[in-house]
T-cell receptor, first 110, second 113 residues
Framework: TQLLEQSPQFLSIQEGENLTVYCNSS?????LQWYRQEPGEGPVLLVT?????EVKKLKRLTFQFGDARKDSSLHITAAQPGDTGLYLC??????????FGTGTSLTVIP | KAGVTQTPRYLIKTRGQQVTLSCSPI?????VSWYQQTPGQGLQFLFE???????NKGNFPGRFSGRQFSNSRSEMNVSTLELGDSALYLC????????????FGPGTRLTVL
């Protein structure tokens, strides 16, 4: 059962453009994490959001947790080729189990 | 500090065989979780071990099993392999406290022919 839906699945943009990735669920999560995975590597944690409505910024990346703690978004400003990768959201339930979204594959063209 | 290591990195097996994958967590970490990653289903949780005990289990058939040793190293075993078991198997380690950051290894790419 896929509890987290990510959109879009694929995204190809030019360097300098902005983009938003969405992560939606009908379930409430204790926290939500965003990871980036590059080919041949495991996912690397970017951020954890815990409180409904929380916004966190990491340089050009802005993460938001929905008020009801069911959804999240990742916004990248002025994308660079180094942002290329698979972006995964993961919700943690009260049993400390993580549910991952199917991922968004981002390609930033120089 | 060395990261999470997984061996082997690549593996090719045939249907019906069994396979054992190994994961060495970050030094001092006591929890190891295993995930299966496929293009169609994404990352799916298999199980978590903490201090040699299975603490959490995902929704996979009994052909998938695991164990953890006293040094926190973990192995997962898949018996009677099926074509659909072809996937990237990832392990992640944490110190074991609820809510800790998961650190992932590079994964083992299993191909079942």
């Amino acid at each position: 059962t896929q509890l987290l839906e990510q959109s879009p699945q694929f995204l190809s943009i030019q360097e300098g453009e902005n983009l938003t990735v969405y992560c939606n669920s009908s379930s409430v999560f204790s926290s939500l994490q965003w990871y980036r995975q590059e080919p041949g590597e495991g996912p690397v944690l970017l951020v954890t959001v815990v409180t409904g409505g929380e916004v966190k910024k990491l340089k050009r990346l802005t993460f938001q947790f929905g008020d009801a703690r069911k959804d999240s978004s990742l916004h990248i400003t002025a994308a660079q080729p180094g942002d290329t990768g698979l972006y995964l959201c993961a919700g943690r339930n009260t049993g400390n189990q993580f549910y991952f979204g199917t991922g968004t594959s981002l390609t930033v063209i120089p | 500090k060395a990261g999470v290591t997984q061996t082997p990195r690549y593996l090719i097996k045939t249907r019906g065989q069994q396979v054992t994958l190994s994961c060495s967590p970050i030094s001092g970490h006591r929890s190891v979780s295993w995930y299966q990653q496929t293009p169609g289903q994404g990352l799916q949780f298999l199980f978590e071990y903490f201090s040699e005990t299975q603490r959490n289990k995902g929704n996979f058939p009994g052909r998938f099993s695991g164990r953890q040793f006293s040094n926190s190293r973990s192995e997962m075993n898949v018996s009677t392999l099926e074509l659909g078991d072809s996937a990237l198997y990832l392990c992640a380690s944490t110190a074991g406290v609820i809510g800790d950051t998961q650190y992932f290894g590079p994964g083992t790419r299993l191909t079942v022919l």
